[in-house]
């Protein structure tokens, strides 16, 4: 079968992940990616080892993040602050599709690997950008990371209870955010190429990324004039809520607001007489005294184990499931069934399983991958393949420390 990106070459010049991880997901694709790094360092995302007690290393000077965001990738090293470097990103761009890049606006300027310098060479290139906050306003070329996406598109203060402090998500959920829409950006820009014959610049930003997951929350702030209420599992809907179970594992149930399933509800957790109770007859009056009813149903749920309660509210076909700590979640078998876990063999770690990509196609495969390049693995056969340079040409550039 195809792959959706199938003939698609694509040239990133980025590091760490919010940039990187949307090629990678385009390599996921089909797409041909050939990733620009600096010679001798390259991406520093590269040198990432560890973090409190988890050990990112992976041998053979690679670790999971740099694996996760340059999956499926081709590196070349060639330094784009010398001129000589330039002209072989140039040649590259000029028989490329797309140019990626989340490096800062004016050092993208400095180097002259600005949009208006490729599309010159290149007028049909999609030319895609990442930033951290946008490229307009005063803070267009500040830099940001992962907990910059989440602090300032609001997201850690829609994480945990209220008065806490606000919430931090781990491991790069804002990054990966951003991944998903840089490479959404990339393909909306393709279908267009395809449709109108343009080539054009688009851009996305952490910032932008994030806030778009917080859309209701926003609409709320904007339309209502107020910020969306931190989940209380003490005081909040006890029908839309999570509960502690006798084995000490989550479970959180959600009940549609204009269902009648609340006395099939009160029969399974054992409490029959809230069903005409008068305090708890409507959705309103259950809001009204939601704190003691949370304390009954905290109260039941801690009499079964989470796996009898999900068996027992399954049967009734209530909307329930049960609170994954990573680890379940990996192992959960609805993740492994649908592809969102799959088996991979990797050429060093042997066969292992990863992340696999979470949409189907009936008619395309995908590239369920997790080997990254070594620094400069591809250099000679992408510029001589590509560009077609001549050995002694690139051995030259090679002892110059130009690539």
Known sequence: MQKPLEGIRVLEWGIFHAGPGGPAIL???GADVIKIEKPGTGDPIRQVSQYKNIDFNLGASSNMFFQAANRGKKSVTIDLARSEGRQLAYDLVEKSDVFFTNIRSSTVERMKMDYPTLSEINPSLIYATVTS????????DQGGFDF????RAGLMYSLGEPNMSPGLAQFGIADQTTAIMASYQVVIALLMRERFGIGQKVEVSLLGAV?????MNNLTALLAGRDVPRHEQASADPLRNYYCCKDAKWLVLTDHPKSENWSVICELIGHTELIHNPDFKDRESRMQNSKELVAIFNKAFLTRTRDEWLDLFKEK???ICQVNTSMEAVKDIQMKENGYIVDFDHPEMGKISIPGFPIQFSRAEINNNLVAPKLGEHTFSVLKGVNSYSDEYLEKL???KII
């Open 27 to 29: 390599s996921d694709m």
């Open 133 to 140: 906050y946008g490229s307009q306003g005063p803070d267009a």
């Open 148 to 151: 910059q996406g989440q602090g």
């Open 211 to 215: 806030s778009y997951i917080m859309y």
């Open 317 to 319: 076909n209530l909307i």
């Open 398 to 400: 090679r002892k110059d």
